[in-house]
């Protein structure tokens, strides 16, 4: 399972598989800075080639392996089967893409140490992008290579909103860290897309580009500026794209529930006030009360009444 | 029963009535004040993009709208001992609206420092303060429910404002969105309409050392012994309360558990996904937490309310702060995502336990009085340890690249505070018995003395009387 070559490789273990049929799939890179990244090429071959490899151990499971292509490349897959029961002498392998066997693609794998290797180089242009599988007539087990250009972060379904004479900037983000030859920012018109051209309209737009993200910033936003952005990442091979779709409001929009709640407020606080005046004549000594001036006399007065009936209770007592 | 400082008010609270729609008032100004500065967060991408700066430098918008929510307690006491609860809140309310706006129409990050840090933090000050404050002129008999039943306006309006927040974002973007708030948030003026002040004659009574009117008069004014700054100082806030025990028991207390308070809260939903649960059951786990919290307030304030407790509250008190620490002492011992339900359940139940409790055992230990002065001083001696608690914890976070090691330390914080508050509570409680039948004693001394007194006075009289007649006679 271990290539010479290799210092490093990864093993992971996918909580599909049963514990009586455990899959272990080892992809072994020739360059070992990890997966998805360039691959120097095969010492043992072609120096135009790289390689990828995946080994099946066992039956039954499905192993799928996405890798990034940014160039147009040949590119060797190479499956490797262990633990095959009854280890017969030889076993039929065949490649298929997006499902599809791939004619002529079927060939005899002979045993070798316990290990039944199929390997097919491909040449990989924009169209030869697809999904790539490894399979066996005698065996349930297959190996599925994604090859794709690298996806961009899904950005919100959501609009981004913003406002007249306002600024917004939109982003566009690579999923992993690659970096495109260069990004291009277009603005979509019903069917057509047009070409952001800075040099062109520079008060109004600005890009920003940061290896595997960038940001489109618009200026002096108008009505007219809402609609799709569409950020496409050009690789050699193929480019990928997203977009982002913005509106812009005026700022009426948001005034209209602004003033409708403070009108709500006034209203409220009108009604509990007015509550607290209609209510305040039934209850002169005791709590309510709002102005200072008013409620300080009405105590003054409960206390001097308090005092004048002591006043009098005394003076009646002295009395004879 | 020794609770000698709550009849102080030198009236009989109405303890209902009108008491209820204060309630309300408070339970939206509280509601506010903790909710609004931590349903800010969703507006921060969207901000950090605008202006182009850094995740730390959107995040002090928070912070400093936090710290002077807190560090304007002082500011907000003094307002309300001079002007009472009504004008403070109301003014608050116009603060934090007109800040909003304001920000809403800002161009630089500073606008926003400026306007939601500040001028919004002192507005929320103004709310947070005088609704706690009016709670317990209204209240005496049920001050713990209706405590509990303000403070539940905490987890409510978070629970409301979060979604809330993400609707106006989708639709209005930032901008609009700060406008909408500043519309929402003058409904603190509404609230503060609702605290009607509450008049009573002062029952003069020569052992009655409270102070007098409760909103209109100066506090101090006619008792303050000491000359010069003090004297000045003293009008305006209570510094007095420093030499109060349980003051400063109950600030101590609070100081080491408020290390360990808010972090747990902060760091749930991060640990979740460290665990390698999703981000929607991540957070559910916190929609499950301030639901139990919502409930909990309330219901804690219910069972402080009997009279099997209510005597006793700082020991209920303590021992919610004690069992809030064991729960995140517990918590990386639970397994997966069911161990954290249950944790998220604890803890709710703790949190609220503890909030409900916080500003009743404060009010319990001053009285109603000279509340509104302490309120003010222990929030802002509180700020340090709220503010440092969640950077100091992610820091635990960072070094020891586990989350366990800074749920044992905030547990062990806030066992400690607990164990401090109980014993301290203990001692306090004997000291004020024998405070309380010392005072009795003096009482019935000086009344038979009185008597005394009262009788040589009389005798004299008749002697005086006898005498006159035996001369004209």
Same mark, same amino acid.
């Given at each position: 399972?271990?290539?010479?070559?290799?210092? *490093?490789?990864?093993?992971? /273990?996918?909580?599909? $598989?049963?514990?009586?049929?455990?899959?272990?799939?080892?992809?072994?890179?020739?360059?070992?800075?990890?997966?998805?990244?360039?691959?120097?090429?095969?010492?043992?071959?072609?120096?135009?080639?790289?390689?990828?490899?995946?080994?099946?151990?066992?039956?039954?499971?499905?192993?799928?392996?996405?890798?990034?292509?940014?160039?147009? *490349?040949?590119?060797?897959?190479?499956?490797?089967?262990?633990?095959?029961?009854?280890?017969?002498?030889?076993?039929?392998?065949?490649?298929?893409?997006?499902? /599809?066997?791939?004619?002529?693609?079927?060939?005899?794998?002979?045993?070798?140490?316990? *290990?039944?290797?199929?390997?097919?180089?491909?040449?990989?242009?924009?169209?030869?992008?697809?999904?790539?599988?490894?399979? $066996?007539?005698?065996?349930?087990?297959?190996?599925? $290579?994604?090859?794709?250009?690298?996806?961009?972060?899904?950005?919100?379904?959501?609009?981004?909103?913003?406002?007249?004479?306002?600024?917004?900037?939109?982003?566009?983000?690579?999923?992993?860290?690659?970096?495109?030859?260069?990004?291009?920012?277009?603005?979509?018109?019903?069917?057509?897309?047009?070409?952001?051209?800075?040099?062109?309209?520079?008060?109004?737009?600005?890009?920003?580009?940061?290896?595997?993200?960038?940001?489109?910033?618009?200026?002096?936003?108008?009505?007219?500026?809402?609609?799709?952005?569409?950020?496409?990442?050009? $690789?050699?091979?193929?480019?990928?794209?997203?977009?982002?779709?913005?509106?812009?409001?005026?700022?009426?929009?948001?005034?209209?529930?602004?003033?409708?709640?403070?009108?709500?407020?006034?209203?409220?606080?009108?009604?509990?006030?007015?509550?607290?005046?209609?209510?305040?004549? /039934?209850?002169?000594?005791?709590?309510?009360?709002?102005?200072?001036?008013?409620?300080?006399?009405?105590?003054?007065?409960?206390?001097?009444?308090?005092?004048?009936?002591?006043?009098?209770?005394? /003076?009646?007592?002295? *009395?004879? | 029963?020794?609770?000698?400082?709550?009849?102080?008010?030198?009236? =009989?609270?109405?303890?209902?009535?009108?008491?209820?729609?204060?309630?309300?008032?408070?339970?939206?100004?509280? %509601?506010?004040?903790?909710?609004?500065?931590?349903?800010?967060?969703?507006?921060?991408?969207?901000?950090?993009?605008?202006?182009? #700066?850094?995740?730390?430098?959107?995040?002090?918008?928070?912070?400093?709208?936090?710290? =002077? @929510?807190?560090?304007?307690?002082?500011?907000?006491?003094?307002?309300?001992?001079?002007?009472?609860?009504?004008?403070?809140?109301?003014?608050?309310?116009?603060?934090?609206?007109?800040?909003?706006?304001?920000?809403?129409?800002?161009?630089?990050?500073?606008?926003?420092?400026?306007?939601?840090?500040?001028? %919004?933090?002192?507005?929320?000050?103004?709310?947070?303060?005088?609704?706690? =404050?009016? !709670? +317990?002129?209204?209240?005496?008999?049920?001050?713990?429910?209706?405590?509990?039943?303000?403070?539940? +306006?905490?987890?409510?309006?978070?629970?409301?404002?979060?979604?809330?927040?993400?609707?106006?974002?989708?639709?209005?973007?930032?901008?609009?969105?700060?406008?909408?708030?500043?519309?929402?948030?003058?409904?603190?003026?509404?609230?503060?309409?609702?605290?009607?002040? !509450?008049? @009573?004659?002062?029952?003069?009574?020569?052992?009655?050392? %409270?102070?007098?009117?409760?909103?209109?008069?100066?506090?101090?004014?006619?008792?303050?012994?000491?000359?010069?700054?003090?004297?000045?100082?003293?009008?305006? #806030?209570?510094?007095?309360?420093?030499?109060?025990?349980?003051?400063?028991?109950?600030?101590?207390?609070?100081?080491?558990?408020?290390?360990?308070?808010?972090?747990?809260?902060?760091?749930?939903?991060?640990?979740?996904?460290?665990?390698?649960?999703?981000?929607?059951?991540?957070?559910?786990?916190?929609?499950?937490?301030?639901?139990?919290?919502?409930?909990?307030?309330?219901?804690?304030?219910?069972?402080?309310?009997?009279?099997?407790?209510?005597?006793?509250?700082?020991?209920?008190?303590?021992?919610?702060?004690?069992?809030? %620490?064991?729960?995140?002492?517990?918590?990386?011992?639970?397994?997966?995502?069911?161990?954290?339900?249950?944790?998220?359940?604890?803890?709710?139940?703790?949190?609220?336990?503890?909030?409900?409790?916080?500003?009743?055992?404060?009010?319990?230990?001053?009285?109603?009085?000279?509340?509104?002065?302490?309120?003010?001083?222990? =929030?802002?001696?509180?700020?340090?340890?709220?503010?440092?608690?969640?950077?100091?914890? +992610?820091?635990?976070?960072?070094?020891?690249?586990?989350?366990?090691?800074?749920?044992?330390?905030?547990?062990?914080?806030?066992?400690?505070?607990?164990?401090?508050?109980?014993?301290?509570?203990?001692?306090?409680?004997?000291?004020?018995?024998?405070?309380?039948?010392?005072?009795?004693?003096?009482?019935?001394? !000086?009344?038979?003395?009185?008597?005394?007194?009262?009788?040589?006075?009389?005798?004299?009289?008749?002697?005086?009387?006898?005498?006159?007649?035996?001369?004209?006679?």
């Amino acid at each position: 399972m271990l290539h010479p070559s290799c210092t *490093q490789h990864r093993t992971g /273990q996918r909580p599909l $598989f049963s514990m009586a049929n455990v899959i272990q799939l080892t992809l072994l890179l020739i360059c070992c800075d990890g997966m998805n990244t360039e691959t120097s090429p095969s010492p043992q071959s072609d120096p135009g080639i790289t390689t990828q490899k995946a080994v099946s151990k066992g039956q039954n499971q499905v192993i799928i392996e996405e890798l990034a292509i940014l160039t147009p *490349q040949k590119i060797e897959l190479l499956c490797n089967l262990i633990d095959i029961p009854n280890n017969p002498p030889n076993i039929t392998g065949y490649w298929t893409k997006d499902g /599809q066997e791939i004619e002529n693609s079927e060939e005899s794998v002979n045993r070798n140490n316990e *290990q039944y290797i199929l390997k097919r180089t491909f040449s990989i242009e924009a169209r030869d992008l697809g999904n790539y599988s490894c399979n $066996f007539r005698e065996n349930e087990a297959q190996v599925t $290579f994604v090859l794709d250009v690298p996806a961009i972060k899904d950005t919100r379904n959501k609009p981004v909103v913003s406002y007249i004479g306002d600024s917004v900037v939109l982003e566009c983000k690579l999923k992993l860290k690659h970096t495109p030859n260069t990004w291009n920012w277009y603005k979509a018109n019903d069917t057509e897309k047009v070409l952001i051209n800075v040099t062109a309209n520079p008060q109004n737009y600005k890009i920003v580009i940061n290896g595997s993200d960038t940001k489109l910033t618009v200026l002096n936003l108008t009505e007219e500026d809402s609609g799709k952005y569409i950020c496409s990442a050009e $690789f050699d091979i193929k480019p990928r794209e997203s977009y982002v779709k913005l509106k812009v409001l005026s700022y009426t929009e948001p005034l209209k529930p602004f003033i409708a709640i403070v009108v709500e407020v006034i209203v409220l606080v009108t009604l509990i006030l007015l509550w607290e005046k209609c209510n305040k004549p /039934q209850q002169d000594n005791s709590s309510a009360g709002e102005n200072d001036v008013c409620s300080e006399q009405t105590s003054k007065l409960a206390g001097d009444e308090n005092n004048g009936v002591n006043n009098t209770a005394r /003076q009646r007592k002295l *009395q004879p | 029963m020794p609770r000698p400082a709550s009849t102080n008010l030198g009236y =009989t609270p109405p303890d209902g009535g009108w008491g209820w729609a204060v309630v309300f008032g408070s339970f939206i100004s509280i %509601g506010f004040s903790y909710a609004f500065p931590k349903s800010l967060t969703i507006y921060f991408k969207e901000i950090q993009e605008y202006f182009s #700066i850094s995740y730390s430098e959107i995040a002090w918008v928070s912070s400093i709208m936090l710290a =002077t @929510m807190y560090a304007g307690g002082p500011v907000s006491s003094v307002l309300v001992n001079r002007y009472g609860s009504r004008p403070v809140v109301i003014v608050g309310g116009l603060m934090v609206g007109v800040a909003m706006v304001t920000a809403s129409f800002g161009t630089t990050i500073v606008h926003l420092y400026l306007c939601v840090g500040v001028i %919004g933090g002192f507005g929320l000050a103004f709310n947070l303060q005088p609704s706690l =404050t009016i !709670i +317990g002129k209204y209240f005496l008999v049920k001050r713990p429910i209706a405590n509990g039943l303000a403070m539940a +306006g905490s987890p409510v309006f978070l629970s409301t404002l979060a979604p809330l927040n993400q609707f106006l974002f989708d639709h209005f973007g930032w901008r609009g969105s700060f406008l909408i708030l500043g519309g929402v948030l003058f409904n603190c003026c509404m609230a503060g309409s609702l605290m009607r002040p !509450i008049k @009573m004659r002062k029952t003069t009574d020569e052992n009655d050392t %409270g102070k007098l009117d409760v909103t209109s008069q100066r506090a101090g004014e006619d008792e303050s012994k000491q000359s010069g700054c003090a004297t000045k100082v003293n009008q305006f #806030i209570d510094v007095s309360l420093f030499k109060h025990r349980g003051f400063l028991i109950y600030l101590v207390g609070n100081v080491l558990m408020f290390f360990g308070f808010f972090a747990p809260v902060v760091f749930l939903a991060p640990y979740a996904k460290h665990q390698g649960i999703d981000e929607y059951s991540a957070a559910f786990l916190l929609s499950i937490f301030a639901l139990v919290d919502m409930f909990a307030r309330p219901g804690t304030g219910l069972v402080a309310n009997t009279r099997w407790i209510r005597p006793k509250i700082q020991y209920f008190f303590s021992l919610s702060v004690i069992f809030n %620490g064991l729960c995140h002492i517990m918590c990386p011992l639970l397994p997966g995502y069911s161990g954290l339900v249950v944790y998220a359940v604890f803890f709710g139940l703790a949190f609220g336990m503890v909030c409900a409790l916080l500003f009743e055992v404060l009010m319990d230990l001053v009285g109603a009085q000279r509340f509104s002065s302490a309120v003010g001083l222990a =929030t802002i001696i509180e700020c340090g340890p709220v503010l440092l608690g969640p950077p100091i914890s +992610g820091l635990l976070v960072d070094i020891f690249l586990d989350y366990k090691y800074m749920y044992f330390a905030c547990g062990v914080m806030m066992v400690l505070g607990g164990i401090f508050l109980y014993i301290m509570n203990y001692y306090n409680y004997r000291w004020l018995e024998k405070e309380g039948k010392q005072r009795k004693v003096e009482e019935l001394e !000086i009344g038979s003395a009185k008597e005394l007194a009262a009788n040589e006075e009389n005798k004299d009289n008749e002697e005086e009387i006898r005498r006159n007649t035996q001369e004209e006679g």
